[in-house]
């Protein structure tokens, strides 16, 4: 759609050059085209997929095992700690 302001001037050419053209009628819908897959085909691995649908129950408890684990050590760390405190203030109330 063009605009046209009056007469024709310097102004009204360089506008009507900064709005474009509407080339097609706006109800019409755009063509469009169906894109074509690049992959031609995917591999399926049967036995990784039956690793990682059995594997739910062995990754869970390698979950569980890992957090006892690190309790464990949580624990034992307190533990020292509890006992350089408790050592501490014997040096302290002996003195």
């Known amino acids: 759609m063009r605009l046209f302001l009056g007469k024709i001037t310097k102004i009204n050419i360089h506008i009507q050059a900064m709005i474009p053209a509407r080339k097609r009628p706006v109800g019409k819908p755009l063509p469009t085209r169906r894109k074509e897959s690049k992959v031609e ?55």
């Open 41 to 95: 085909e995917i591999p399926f691995d049967f036995d990784a997929r039956a690793d990682y649908l059995t594997g739910f129950h062995k990754r869970k408890v390698q979950r569980a095992k890992a957090a006892k684990e690190r309790d464990a050590k949580k624990e034992r760390e307190q533990r020292i700690e509890d006992r350089k405190q408790v050592s501490r203030e014997c040096q302290c109330s002996c003195e």
